[in-house]
């Protein structure tokens, strides 16, 4: 049975940093792109960031327009975890965070993921 579970999220003032973990079970995790999407309240589910299988053209990276230059998504094989380092916050950057995977390839679209975690909530204050 495939688990992710996400962690580190809270509340933070804009401009400060948080760490998000993503620990995962069940799977070969070297063979599956990991990302990260995030749904404010009233919102659509949107993409900020994956990495993709170690296997798979060496765990490139991608990132949301919104997120490039103040996130970094990266990968412990050994650990089975991934993780969403977040710095320079805003409070747009307020919503519910959930980690995802899929085999191989990364992909921006959420239905194209096959296993999700629960989420965790990230809160920015002005």
């Known amino acids: 049975q495939v688990q992710l579970v996400e962690s580190g999220g809270g509340l933070v003032q804009a401009g400060g940093s948080l760490t998000l973990s993503c620990a995962a079970s069940?799977?070969?995790?070297?063979?599956?792109?990991m990302g990260w999407f995030r749904q404010a309240p009233g919102k659509q589910r949107e993409f900020v960031a994956a990495?993709?299988?170690?296997?798979?053209?060496?765990?490139?990276?991608y990132y949301a327009d919104s997120v490039k230059g103040r996130f970094t998504v990266s990968r412990d094989n050994a650990n089975n975890t991934a993780y969403l380092q977040m710095n320079s916050l805003k409070p747009e950057d307020t919503a519910v965070y959930y980690c995802?995977?899929?085999?191989?390839?990364?992909?921006?679209?959420?239905?194209?993921?096959?296993?999700w975690g629960q989420g965790t909530q990230v809160t920015v204050s002005s």
């Open positions: 995802a995977a899929r085999l191989l390839s990364v992909e921006v679209v959420a239905g194209m993921y096959n296993y």
């Open positions: 069940g799977l070969t995790f070297i063979r599956y792109a």
């Open positions: 990495v993709r299988a170690i296997n798979w053209r060496s765990g490139e990276t």
